[in-house]
């Protein structure tokens, strides 16, 4: 993940990590999970902000209060966020990690404690990484269009090398659905 700790200042295609970590969360909510946490990156960096906000933003008006844990993207800190939600809120029952590998940590963390996914507590990861779907069980994520934030910053650089100013481009996601959820 790019170490950008905030919005660029010229024109620039980017994923939709709001809208993303929202639908995400969405989903959760829409399979009747009640205590939804979330496991976040480095809040420094402009993409964890950004999808922690989309975490919050699904949650607002639920009546579900914010249960944020902090990661760095790796699976170690994936496992300990996890252990210390379960630490804290035991009736946990669903975790939106805002990366695949905080997710798969959290999964083997999950696995640990003897509880049963997603039985007992749903997982949605985020980036769709190629692991994401070789976890025990596989893991529900959200894609990001790598390839048309590409071919949208090129389009972006194109018309810059024309002369003309370009709006910045938001790429939108997709939620994969697998087991974990």
């Known amino acids: 993940m790019p170490r950008r700790t905030s919005a660029p200042q010229v024109p620039y295609a980017s994923l939709d990590n709001i809208g993303g970590a929202s639908l995400a969360v969405r989903h959760l909510l829409e399979r009747g999970r009640r205590r939804i946490a979330a496991v976040t990156g480095p809040l420094d960096l402009f993409e ?99 390839a048309d934030q590409a071919i949208a910053t090129v389009h972006l650089l194109l018309g810059l090398i024309e002369g003309g100013p370009r709006d910045p481009v938001v790429i939108p996601n997709e939620l994969v659905v697998r087991e974990s959820t």
């Open 48 to 146: 964890a902000r950004e999808r922690l906000d989309g975490y919050r933003e699904a949650l607002r008006g639920t009546g579900r209060r914010p249960i944020v844990a902090l990661g760095d993207f790796t699976r170690a800190s994936g496992a300990q966020a996890m252990q210390q939600l379960l630490e804290d809120d035991p009736a946990l029952d669903a975790v939106f990690a805002c990366s695949d590998l905080m997710a798969i940590g959290a999964l083997r963390a999950l696995r640990q404690a003897g509880r049963r996914v997603p039985e007992d507590v749903a997982v949605v990861g985020f980036d769709d990484i190629e692991a994401a779907a070789y976890t025990a069980p596989a893991l529900t994520s959200v894609r990001s269009p790598m």
